[in-house]
C-alpha cells in the first residue's frame, strides 16, 4: 500500500521533484519529465522513453548516456500528455531526430502519436516505438494487440545503446523494432497495488493463489490459480514464454542466445527473485539457451504489486552488442563511459512553443480565417454540448460534448494569439491542435488535435491554398485520425464520418464549385454518422457494452458532422444558418472584437511580420506615422474638438495630434471655445552624437530622450526643461523644444540610448543591511552601466535613503514600492511622494494588483498617485494586469486598456505627463509563489494591444510575471515588450544579473 503520501493529486510531480533532487549529476527534471543532465551530442539520434508514473525505476530511472536521453512521465498510471512528451523531446533532441518508445497502451499510442504528429509539424524527424511483449494480452498472430511491461526494459535499452553507437535515425528504430520482435514476457501477480490516497488496493487475490497475466497498470491478469511452489512459478513462467520460442528466435535468424529480465513488481523483493532465478537459469540452459547479461533486479514496478515477471529477448550478434553496450542512469548501470560536460542550455525553453516565424501573405490570410472557422466549431459544438453528452453517456461516460466544447475554446484561443503573431495556416493548426489535445484530454482530443496538427503540416505557412491542396489536408487529418486511433469505418468511431466527408469531398470537386463539393461532403457526413446506429460499437470503451450501443449514432461521428455542416459556406459566403444557429451571432462577435482591436491600434492580419501593425493616426498632411516635417506645429494639448486629451467631441481617447500651417492654428478646450493659440512646440532636426545630461533618466525603444548635453555643435545652453523628446530617426535624431523659437539644425550624429528597461521589486524579502549589500554587488559589477539597458531596484522603505545613498546619480535607479497621493497629512503608516523623492527615489511604483486585493487600492486613487508622482518629478510605473477568470473568457487586452486608460486618461504627452510614465504588465495568474510561466503568444496579445494604443506615449512597457533567467531572452522578443519587471527571479544578485545581461544581449541583437 502507498502510504507516503501528501496531496495524493501531486504524488506524481512530487516524486519527479524528488528523484530530481536525488541525482542532480545525472537529470534535470522539465516540464513534462526527465533529461540528462549531459547535453545531447549533435547529430546524435535522442530516445525518449515514457508512460506512467509509479513504474520506477521506469522510465526516468534510464535516463542518461548509453540508455535514454529523456524520459516523459505522466501522472499515476496514465500517460504523459502530448505536451509533456513535446517539452521532453525538444529539449533532448539536438540535430538527429527523435524516437519515442513506450509500451503499447492506448493512451500511449495516443499521445505518443499526437507529440509525434505536432513535432514533426515544427520541423523535427520523429519515429515511434510500441513494445508489444506480454503473451497473455493477445494471441500470437496479432502481436500488435499486446501490451507492453517489462519487455520494456530490453528494447527501449537496445534502442538507446543503438543511437549512442551513432547509428541513424533508421538504423535506431530498426535496431528497436528487431528487439521487439524478438521479446516476450509473462507476469504474475499474488496482491493488487494500491493508488496514493486510496484506501483499497485496485484488485485482490485470494490468499493461496496467484493471477496469471498480470499487467504493470494494477491490472489482475487473465486468470487465478492455486499458488505453488518457487520452482513451479519458475516452470510456468519458462514454458509460457518459450511457448513462442520459434517466432520470437525467427526474427533475428533462430537464435539460442537470449537476454533474461525476472523483474519484481514492488512487493516482491530480492531474495525470492532470486529463488526464482535459480531454477529459470536451470531450465533455460536444459532448453539449450544461453543467458547474457542476465537482470534480476526490480526495474518496472507496479508501485507496491505483490509479483514478478520473466521476460527473454532472442539475440543476434548486433542485439547482444548493443545489450551488453555500457549504460550510465541513475537505476541501471552497465560498464563505464567517460563524463560528459554538463548542459547549459535554457531548459524551460522546451516548454514553450517554438516562436512563430510569420507566414507568406496568402498563409497569413488563410490562418486569419481558419481561427474564425475554429470560432464556428467552438459555437457548434457548445450548443450541442449536453446533446453530444447524452450520446456518449449510452456507451461511454457522457464527457464527448464537454470535452469538445473544453478542446475548441482552447484551440480558438491558441489560433487567434498565432494570427495576431503573424502565423501562416500551418503555425495556426499546429497551434490550435496542441491547445485542443491539452484541453480536451481524453481519445477525442488527442484525435482532433492529431487531425489539426496534421492537416496544417499539408497546408504549411506559405503560398495560396487552392482546393486541391485543402482536399489533400483534409485526408491527411483523416489519416492521423485512422493512424493513431487504429479504427477502420465500420468501428462506430469518428473515422466513419471522416472518411465519407473528404472522400465525397474530393470526388465532387470535379463536377461542382468548392462551395458545393463541401456541402456535398457535409451532407455525407450526416448520412454516414446517423448510420452508425445500426453498428455495434468496437473500439473504445463503448465496445464493452457491444450491441447495447445499437439504435444510438457514435457521439464523435455526430459531432464531425456537425462541425462540417456548420462550415458549410452559404451563397453569402457566411455559414449556414438553419445548418448552424449561432453562425451569425458568431460573425457579428468576431467583427465587434476585430473593430475594437482595430479601434486599439490592432490588427488581426496582415503587416505582423515586424510585431502588431501599428495605423497611421496623425491627422492631414504627412501621414506617415512619426514622420513629422521640421516647422510643423503641434497643440499644446487636446486635439480637435472636445476636452484636451479627448477624440472628437465627448469621446475619449489619445490626444490628436495634427498638422496645421504655420498660421491661423486654432484649438477649441471644452467650453472655453476657440481662442487664438501661439505654437508651443516646433519641430528641430539634429545631427551627430547626443549624450544625456548625467542624472536624466533616459529612454528606452520607442521613446525620447530628454537631453542637456552634447558632443559637436554647442547647445549646453538648452535647459533641460526646455526639451521634451529625443527620439532616433535614421542614422540622427529629432529634438523637440518647447519655446517660440526654432531649434537649428546642428551636427549631433546618431543618437546612443538604452533600449530596454529592466528591474526588480524587493516587496518584504531584505532587510535594509542585505538590500545594501545587494546594492553595492550590483554598483560594482554594473558601475559604468549595463550598454542598451536601464536597471532599477525598488528596495523596501527601510533602506531606501541607504540603497539611493550606494547608487547615488549612477545608472542603476531606486524606486519605492508604494506611495500616497497627498502631500502631508495625518495618513498613519503612508509615505508620501515628496518624503519618497527626499530618500533618494526616482520611480514610484503603483497599482499593483497585490496593492488592489490586500489593501483596497482601485482605479481612481491609482489615477491620484499617478498625478502626485508627475507633481514631483518622479516617474509613475503603472501595474496593470487580468486575473485566470479573465484570461480565460478571452478578455484580458480590454481589460488592461482599460485599467491603463483609468490611470492615464487625460494626461498631456511631453515631459510632466506620460513622457515620464513606465507601465508593466502583470498577469495576476502569472505572479506569486503559485503563478504559472506565461507563453509568448499571451503576453503579445496584450502587449501588442498595449503598443499601439500607448507604446508611443508612454517612456516604455514592461512585462512582469514569472519572469526567469530561462524566459526572459523570449519574453524581450515579444513584439510590444520593452523591459521586464521581475519579482524572485531577482531577488538573489546573481539572477538581477543574468537577466541585466539577457536585457544586454538582446539590445545588442535587435541594434
Known amino acids: 500500500m502507498t502510504l507516503l503520501v501528501n496531496d495524493p493529486a501531486d504524488f506524481a510531480a512530487e516524486a519527479l521533484a524528488g528523484f530530481g533532487a536525488a541525482h542532480p549529476d545525472e537529470v534535470r527534471v522539465i516540464h513534462g519529465g526527465a533529461v540528462r543532465a549531459s547535453a545531447t551530442p549533435h547529430g546524435q539520434v535522442a530516445t525518449v522513453l515514457g508512460g506512467g508514473t509509479g513504474h520506477y525505476p521506469a522510465f526516468a530511472g534510464w535516463v542518461g548516456p548509453g540508455f535514454a536521453h529523456g524520459a516523459a512521465c505522466g501522472n499515476i498510471f496514465s500517460s504523459p500528455s502530448a505536451s509533456q512528451i513535446c517539452s521532453v523531446a525538444r529539449a533532448a533532441e539536438n540535430g538527429g531526430g527523435v524516437v519515442l518508445g513506450f509500451g503499447n497502451y492506448a493512451g500511449d499510442v495516443l499521445h505518443f502519436g499526437q507529440a509525434a504528429e505536432q513535432l514533426r509539424a515544427e520541423g523535427m524527424d520523429v519515429r515511434v516505438l510500441a513494445v508489444t511483449d506480454d503473451v497473455a494480452s493477445g494471441p500470437a498472430d496479432e502481436t500488435a494487440l499486446r501490451r507492453g511491461i517489462a519487455g520494456d526494459l530490453t528494447v527501449l535499452k537496445i534502442l538507446g545503446a543503438a543511437a549512442e553507437a551513432g547509428l541513424g535515425i533508421a538504423e535506431v528504430h530498426r535496431a528497436g523494432a528487431r528487439a521487439n520482435a524478438a521479446t516476450r514476457s509473462l507476469g504474475l501477480a499474488f496482491d493488487g497495488c494500491t493508488l496514493p490516497g486510496a484506501d483499497r488496493p ?26 505453488p511452489t518457487a520452482d513451479e512459478v519458475a516452470d510456468l513462467l519458462v514454458d509460457g514464454v518459450l511457448a513462442e520460442r520459434g517466432a520470437a528466435a525467427g526474427a533475428v535468424g533462430g ?30 540452459a536444459a532448453e539449450g539457451l544461453t543467458v547474457v547479461a542476465p537482470v534480476v533486479d526490480e526495474q518496472i514496478t507496479s508501485l507496491g504489486m505483490a509479483g514478478l515477471s520473466l521476460t527473454l529477448t532472442f539475440l543476434d550478434p548486433e542485439l547482444e552488442r548493443l545489450w551488453r553496450a555500457p549504460a550510465v542512469t541513475p537505476a541501471f548501470r552497465r560498464g563505464h563511459l567517460p563524463p560528459r560536460p554538463a548542459r547549459t542550455d535554457d531548459l524551460a525553453a522546451a516548454r514553450r512553443t517554438p516562436p512563430v516565424t510569420p507566414g507568406d501573405a496568402p498563409s497569413r490570410a488563410l490562418g486569419a480565417l481558419i481561427a474564425q472557422a475554429l470560432g464556428t466549431v467552438r459555437d457548434t459544438v457548445a450548443t450541442h454540448e449536453h446533446e453530444l453528452g447524452a450520446i456518449d453517456a449510452v456507451a461511454g461516460d457522457g464527457d464527448h460534448g464537454i470535452g ?120 455525407a457526413a450526416r448520412r454516414a454518422a446517423d448510420a452508425t446506429a445500426s453498428i455495434p460499437a468496437r473500439l473504445g470503451r463503448a465496445r464493452a457494452h457491444g450491441d447495447n450501443s445499437l439504435g444510438t449514432p457514435d457521439a464523435g461521428a455526430v459531432s464531425f458532422s456537425l462541425i462540417v455542416t456548420a462550415l458549410t459556406p452559404s451563397s453569402s459566403g457566411t455559414h449556414t444558418p438553419d445548418t448552424h444557429p449561432t453562425s451569425k451571432r458568431r460573425t457579428t462577435d468576431a467583427d465587434a472584437r476585430r473593430r ?118 554647442r547647445v549646453a545652453d538648452l535647459q533641460l526643461r526646455h526639451v521634451l523628446a529625443l527620439r532616433r530617426e535614421g542614422g540622427g535624431a529629432v529634438l523637440l523644444r518647447a519655446g517660440r523659437g526654432v531649434v537649428r539644425e546642428r551636427s549631433l550624429g546618431p543618437v546612443s540610448r538604452p533600449e530596454l528597461w529592466i528591474g526588480t521589486s524587493f516587496k518584504m524579502t531584505k532587510t535594509r543591511v542585505q538590500a545594501v549589500a545587494y546594492a553595492r554587488r550590483l554598483l560594482a559589477e554594473v558601475g559604468a552601466g549595463v550598454p542598451g539597458v536601464t536597471a532599477f531596484v525598488i ?62 487600492e482601485t482605479d481612481a486613487t491609482v489615477r491620484r498617485k499617478v498625478r502626485a508622482a508627475l507633481r514631483h ?72 494591444a498595449l503598443a499601439a494604443e500607448w507604446g508611443d506615449r508612454v517612456r516604455a512597457v514592461l512585462y512582469g510575471g514569472s519572469v526567469t533567467t530561462g524566459n526572459a531572452a523570449d519574453l524581450l522578443r515579444v513584439p510590444g515588450v520593452g523591459g521586464l519587471f521581475v519579482g524572485r527571479s531577482a531577488w538573489e544578485i546573481e539572477g538581477y544579473l543574468d537577466l541585466l545581461a539577457t536585457g544586454r544581449r538582446h539590445a545588442d541583437a535587435t541594434g
Not at 485496485?202 to 499458488?227: C, K, N, S, W, Y
Open 255 to 284: 537464435s539460442e542466445r537470449v537476454a533474461l529480465i525476472l523483474n519484481g513488481l514492488g512487493a516482491t523483493k530480492y531474495e525470492e527473485l532470486y529463488v526464482v532465478h535459480r531454477r529459470v537459469s536451470e531450465r533455460l
Open 795 to 856: 528596495p523596501p522603505a527601510t533602506a531606501l535613503a541607504e540603497v539611493s545613498a550606494v547608487l547615488g546619480a549612477g545608472p542603476v535607479l531606486t524606486g519605492v514600492q508604494n506611495a500616497h497621493w497627498e502631500d502631508e497629512g495625518a495618513w498613519t503608516g503612508e509615505l508620501s511622494v515628496p518624503q519618497a523623492a527626499d530618500a533618494g527615489a526616482r520611480i514610484v511604483e503603483i497599482g499593483h494588483s497585490e496593492r488592489r486585493a490586500h489593501f483596497g
Open 202 to 227: 485496485l484488485f485482490t487475490v485470494d490468499a493461496g493463489r496467484m493471477g496469471v497475466g498480470l499487467g504493470i497498470h494494477g491490472e489482475p491478469g487473465i486468470e487465478q490459480r492455486p499458488l
Open 873 to 944: 518629478g518622479l516617474t509613475p510605473l503603472v501595474c496593470c494586469g487580468e486575473s485566470a477568470e479573465v484570461l480565460a473568457r478571452g478578455g484580458s487586452v480590454d481589460h488592461v486598456l482599460g485599467q491603463v486608460e483609468s490611470a492615464l486618461g487625460g494626461l498631456p504627452s511631453g515631459p510632466g505627463g506620460l513622457e515620464e510614465v513606465l507601465v508593466a504588465y502583470e498577469p495576476i495568474w502569472a505572479i506569486g509563489e503559485h503563478g504559472r510561466e506565461p507563453r509568448p503568444e499571451e503576453v503579445a496579445a496584450v502587449h501588442g
Open 596 to 713: 475594437r482591436l482595430r479601434h486599439r491600434g490592432l490588427r488581426l492580419q496582415g503587416g505582423l511580420q515586424g510585431g502588431p501593425h501599428i495605423p497611421h493616426r496623425s491627422g492631414g498632411g504627412d501621414r506617415r506615422r512619426g514622420r513629422l516635417r521640421p516647422g510643423h506645429r503641434l497643440p499644446a494639448r487636446g486635439g480637435r474638438g472636445g476636452t484636451p486629451g479627448r477624440r472628437g467631441p465627448g469621446r475619449p481617447g489619445r490626444a490628436r495630434v495634427r498638422h496645421r500651417p504655420r498660421r491661423g492654428h486654432r484649438r477649441q478646450q471644452g467650453a472655453r471655445g476657440a481662442r487664438r493659440h501661439r505654437p508651443r512646440l516646433v519641430l528641430g532636426r539634429t545631427v551627430g552624437p547626443v549624450q544625456r545630461r548625467p542624472g536624466a533618466l533616459p529612454r528606452p525603444a520607442g521613446g525620447r530622450d530628454r537631453t542637456g548635453s552634447q558632443t559637436g555643435a
Open 404 to 523: 469538445m466544447r473544453r478542446g475548441a475554446e482552447a484551440a480558438v484561443g491558441a489560433a487567434e494569439r498565432a494570427v495576431v503573431l503573424g502565423a501562416g495556416a500551418r503555425t495556426v493548426l499546429t497551434r490550435a491542435g496542441a491547445a485542443w489535445s491539452e484541453s480536451a484530454g481524453g481519445t477525442s482530443g488527442a484525435l482532433w488535435g492529431a487531425a489539426l496538427t496534421a492537416l496544417g503540416s499539408a497546408l504549411g505557412d506559405n503560398g495560396r491554398v487552392g482546393p486541391e491542396r485543402a482536399v489533400t489536408g483534409a485526408r491527411a487529418a483523416a489519416d492521423a485520425v485512422v493512424r493513431l486511433g487504429g479504427a477502420s469505418p465500420g468501428d462506430k468511431t469518428l473515422v466513419d464520418a471522416a472518411l465519407p466527408f473528404v472522400d465525397r469531398w474530393a470526388s465532387a470537386l470535379g463536377d461542382a464549385g468548392p462551395d458545393a463539393a463541401w456541402a456535398e461532403g457535409a451532407a
